[in-house]
């Protein structure tokens, strides 16, 4: 069980070694394609010249993280707002988890435990914190009691709503399908 989205194999390959890279790429999941998302973490590595640390990222000069986010092609739409948010993530995991990303998982009693621990991380609310939730369990086995209903319908199996569905590319087609239909409904019911 492991993320397969349609980037470099070295960027999955870092997603599926890396907490840290799977946790800001789930960070950066947001008014971007996935696929660019996920393959940040490890344009983020080769630009810095190793694979950063929690540590290292929530103390990094913030002008110079902007910088190498910006950098072309930037690893965000957004570079100068997301390489500050990378950076208050990184904060949370010094501060409560002693820089391990793996620590928001690594002793939940529950799913619910986990999915407050996950949305309160800066810039996770209840869609984006279930969705990590979900990618934990669907992908990476990280799978405490209680964990799909914790995600909601993120956590149903055979879902195919989000970045925790993909397995291939015809998975993503019907992710994007979906992501599709439920944009439509939203503007529909709007107008």
Same mark, same amino acid.
């Given at each position: *069980?492991?993320?397969?989205? #349609? ?5 999955? @390959?870092?997603?599926?070694?890396? $907490? ?5 790429? *789930? ?6 394609? *996935?696929? +660019?998302?996920?393959?940040? #973490?490890? %344009? ?7 694979? #950063?640390?929690?540590?290292?990222? @929530? =103390?990094?000069? $913030? ?10 092609? @930037?690893?965000?739409?957004? $570079? +100068? /707002? *997301? ?17 391990? $990303? ?16 996950? !949305?309160?991380?800066?810039?996770? !609310?209840?869609?984006? @914190?279930?969705?990590? %939730? ?11 009691? !209680? ?7 993120? =956590? ?6 989000? %970045? ?14 979906? +992501? ?8 529909? /019911? +709007? !107008?």
């Amino acid at each position: *069980m492991t993320l397969s989205l #349609p980037i470099d194999p070295e960027a999955n @390959a870092l997603l599926a070694r890396s $907490p840290l890279a799977l946790l800001l790429g *789930m960070v950066l999941d947001q008014q971007v394609p *996935m696929e +660019k998302a996920f393959s940040s #973490p490890y %344009v983020l590595a080769q630009r810095i010249g190793h694979e #950063p640390d929690a540590r290292e990222l @929530a =103390g990094y000069d $913030p002008e110079a993280l902007v910088t190498i986010f910006a950098q072309p092609p @930037a690893l965000h739409r957004f $570079p +100068k /707002a *997301m390489a500050a948010r990378v950076q208050e993530v990184c904060r949370v995991l010094v501060e409560r988890y002693d820089g391990d $990303p793996a620590g928001l998982w690594s002793d939940v009693t529950d799913g619910r435990e986990l999915l407050r621990r996950v !949305g309160e991380l800066p810039g996770f !609310g209840k869609q984006k @914190a279930q969705i990590f %939730v979900a990618l934990l369990g669907k992908r990476f086995g990280i799978a405490p009691a !209680g964990w799909r209903e914790a995600a909601g319908g993120y =956590g149903e199996a055979e879902a195919y709503r989000s %970045v925790a569905d993909v397995t291939g590319p015809e998975a993503l087609r019907q992710v994007r399908e979906y +992501k599709q239909r439920m944009k439509a409904e939203a503007k529909a /019911a +709007k !107008g």
